[in-house]
């Protein structure tokens, strides 16, 4: 079920060419559904939702899901998150899985965007 997780963790990050940052007074914040690193926590995660304060994310240390935490900007690094359809067909089914409506919903609509549809 987290193998997905294991690619993702194996991707090279990338935190300068990611198109889905928006920038706030030279902040950057991070946009829902973007995956990070979280710094000093040997964990990955997906951002759920974002503020000028920091971004909500959804937990995942050691392919096991830990839960929603909260983080300041400083403390995440954007992962380069081109996920394959079998991958975002796996992530859809662990958002089901874990009752995630929100991820759920974000991640369906990169399904669409990958489809073309």
């Not at 996920?83 to 919903?105: G, I, P, Y």
Request: proline share 1%; hydrophobic share 40%.
């Amino acid at each position: 079920m987290f193998s997905f997780v294991l690619l993702i963790m194996s991707r090279e990050l990338d935190g300068k060419t990611n198109s889905r940052k928006a920038g706030y007074g030279g902040i950057h914040l991070y946009k829902a559904g973007v995956w990070v690193e979280i710094k000093n926590r040997n964990a990955v995660g997906f951002v759920l939702e974002a503020s000028y304060h920091g971004a909500v994310v959804f937990v995942i240390r050691n392919g096991k899901p830990v839960g929603e935490h909260r983080y300041s900007y400083h403390q995440l690094v954007l992962m380069n998150d081109d996920l394959t359809a079998e991958e975002l067909f796996d992530l859809a089914r662990l958002t089901v899985d874990l009752n995630q409506k929100d991820w759920f919903m974000e991640v369906t609509e990169r399904m669409k965007e990958k489809s073309g549809g």
